[in-house]
């Protein structure tokens, strides 16, 4: 079965760095465009950045020049550089694989970002 497993999250003070990683199972990884997306305590789940099997990459505004989304095929993982954090990125991220007929999520990892 498509299992997604996060992990990399915790608590940073403003200005510095986290790296989330997303091991992807069940389901042929090279060929799937995959996403981050995040909810904040009150806030809807939002798009945070995508890659394509092609590993052409696309960001929030928010968070454009600050992360870095990647993809590493040959171990079937997603990663997620976060740099320059600040308190408005604390949130539960999550992994994301489109699949066609759905999509599948992993359980999250919650970031926080202290002031």
């Known amino acids: 079965q498509v299992q997604l497993v996060e992990s990399g999250g915790g608590l940073v003070q403003t200005g510095g760095s986290l790296r989330l990683s997303c091991v992807a199972s069940?389901?042929?990884?090279?060929?799937?465009?995959m996403a981050w997306y995040r909810q904040a305590p009150g806030q809807q789940r939002e798009l945070v950045a995508t890659?394509?099997?092609?590993?052409?990459?696309n960001y929030a505004d928010s968070v454009k020049g600050r992360f870095t989304i990647s993809r590493d095929n040959a171990k079937n993982t997603v990663s997620l550089q976060m740099n320059s954090l600040t308190p408005e990125d604390t949130a539960v991220y999550y992994c994301?694989?489109?699949?066609?007929?759905?999509?599948?999520w992993g359980q999250g990892t919650q970031v926080t970002v202290s002031s």
């Open positions: 994301t694989a489109n699949l066609g007929v759905q999509r599948y």
């Open positions: 069940g389901f042929i990884f090279s060929v799937r465009h």
């Open positions: 890659i394509t099997s092609g590993a052409r990459t």
